[in-house]
């Protein structure tokens, strides 16, 4: 079955997947911005919108072609599956799937997360004839930890309204003075301060992101991919308020 944020997508059951699923993962071929980051305007570009036949070839040699029929988005408008009829997919050409006269719902995601045993919704599974035999193995989690997750929580309250009584100062002082070199939280409080216009703030953290890529080099990528995408996006939104 296929879910999203713990709820069964409608008609993504095991009685649609009996047999298993699969998708490809990862960024297009020759593309730097994943599917699910692109607006109407980059997917009109790539061609990738309904009535359309296309080729989407991604960078594990992973290729899907077929016609799209529709596009599954989420609730903030971002598309996590696409349809398409009469659909092949190959590997450096060695076919490995056929849907011809059937429809393919590919997931759409640049990369895996995290993985775990059992139902993403229990709710869409019987739980009482069936018991999972297994369950997840937990870390014991530091007192540091627990803090980190804490400043990742404020932060996300104060992103969806839920407590915009959080100083995101405090927050970025003290991740600093605790967790140097946590690089994520920082893009996230990068992002709000640039959606708030606070350039002040939002140039300390990117001052602060280049000492985090000085410590820890292997992290530069992920970082300079964070805020360009940031940047991208406020400009865009910029663009089109005018």
């Not at 997508?9 to 997947?17: A, F, P, Q, S, T």
């Not at 297009?28 to 305007?41: C, S, T, V, Y």
């Not at 599954?72 to 408008?77: D, F, I, K, S, V």
């Not at 190959?90 to 059937?102: A, D, R, S, V």
Request: net charge negative; proline share 3%; with cysteine.
């Amino acid at each position: 079955a296929l879910s999203y944020r713990e709820k069964e997508l409608v008609g993504h059951g095991i009685e649609k997947h009996y047999e298993g699923y699969g998708s490809p993962v990862g960024k297009l071929k020759g593309i730097n911005l994943a599917i699910e980051d692109m607006g109407p305007r980059d997917l009109k570009a790539y061609n990738i919108y309904e009535g359309k036949t296309v080729s989407l070839e991604f960078e594990g040699d992973i290729k899907v072609t077929g016609e799209i029929v529709t596009g599954t988005r989420n609730p903030r408008g971002e598309i996590i599956l696409i349809t398409f009829k009469n659909c092949r997919i190959t590997h450096l050409e060695k076919p490995l799937f056929e849907f011809i006269g059937q429809l393919y719902h590919m997931a759409v995601g640049e990369h895996i997360v995290s993985a775990f045993n059992g139902p993403a919704d229990l709710n869409s599974f019987d739980l009482i004839t069936h018991k999972i035999t297994e369950t997840t193995i937990k870390m014991k989690k530091s007192p540091e930890r627990k803090k980190l997750e804490q400043y990742y929580g404020q932060v996300r309250d104060f992103r969806e309204g839920t407590n915009t009584t959080i100083s995101r100062h405090k927050v970025f002082e003290a991740m600093k003075a605790n967790h140097p070199n946590d690089w994520l939280l920082s893009v996230e409080l990068y992002e709000l301060a640039k959606i708030n216009g606070d350039t002040d703030f939002a140039h300390d953290i990117a001052l602060h992101l280049e000492t985090v890529k000085s410590n820890t080099p292997l992290l530069g990528h992920l970082i300079d991919d964070g805020l360009g995408l940031v940047d991208m996006e406020n400009a865009a939104q910029k663009t089109d308020r005018y």
